[in-house]
T-cell receptor, first 112, second 114 residues
Framework: GENVEQHPSTLSVQEGDSAVIKCTYS??????FPWYKQELGKRPQLIID?????GEKKDQRIAVTLNKTAKHFSLHITETQPEDSAVYFC???????????FGSGTKLNVKP | EAGVTQFPSHSVIEKGQTVTLRCDPI?????LYWYRRVMGKEIKFLLH????????ESGMPNNRFLAERTGGTYSTLKVQPAELEDSGVYFC????????????FGEGSRLTVL
């Protein structure tokens, strides 16, 4: 099956700084890579995703980059704000598309 | 539109007891998934329904876990008898698309087995 590794497990940044979270995956057939954000006590929600036909996707302060050759993808958050504090999960599907493997999560703390 | 709802939000039971978790997916979503997160670890796949059929149940830990989705609407996940290692947060998610796409999660059911 797919093996997804996520680093770091915790990340603390000062408000206004950038944050980067990295994930690697093992199944070269995977072609869709979402990122979910889970605020304390709330449900995980999709914040950005990328398909394998592009190398980068941006949405305001967040961006995802994908390196298919190296089988890794990263979440970039610029100009961090306290409301960015949450646990972030990356995921990759197995080849049959309907089964997602998640990373172990990164707890991001943005200090005001 | 109502999101994915799960009940109960938190359940505390003793080892050997039975617990049933319920998930109501978004109306019209054929795909329903159960996941579990043990503290500090990944969100781990348990099983996947397409309508009322089990598409993939390879993540179910053992035969103490039973999932059903009668009529292709809501789903239940029963743990009987519960063991200490079953503690964690059980997430339900649903989706409409047949290929890889957004999962809509519920808020989870936290299970504590004492």
């Amino acid at each position: 099956g797919e093996n997804v590794e996520q680093h770091p497990s915790t990340l603390s940044v000062q408000e206004g700084d950038s944050a980067v979270i990295k994930c690697t995956y093992s199944d070269s057939a995977s072609n869709y890579f979402p990122w979910y954000k889970q605020e304390l006590g709330k449900r995980p929600q999709l914040i950005i995703d990328i398909r394998s036909n592009v190398g980068e996707k941006k949405d305001q302060r967040i961006a995802v980059t994908l390196n298919k050759t190296a089988k890794h993808f990263s979440l970039h958050i610029t100009e961090t704000q306290p409301e960015d504090s949450a646990v972030y999960f990356c995921a990759a599907p197995l080849y049959n598309f309907n089964k997602f493997y998640f990373g172990s999560g990164t707890k991001l703390n943005v200090k005001p | 539109e109502a999101g994915v709802t799960q009940f109960p939000s938190h359940s505390v039971i003793e080892k050997g007891q039975t617990v049933t978790l319920r998930c109501d997916p978004i109306s019209g979503h054929d795909n329903l998934y159960w996941y579990r997160r043990v503290m500090g670890k990944e969100i781990k796949f348990l099983l996947h329904f397409v309508k009322e059929s089990k598409q993939d149940e390879s993540g179910m830990p053992n035969n103490r876990f039973l999932a059903e989705r009668t009529g292709g609407t809501y789903s239940t996940l029963k743990v009987q008898p519960a063991e200490l290692e079953d503690s964690g947060v059980y997430f339900c998610a649903s989706s409409q698309v047949k290929v890889a796409g957004e999962l809509f999660f519920g808020e989870g059911s936290r299970l504590t087995v004492l």
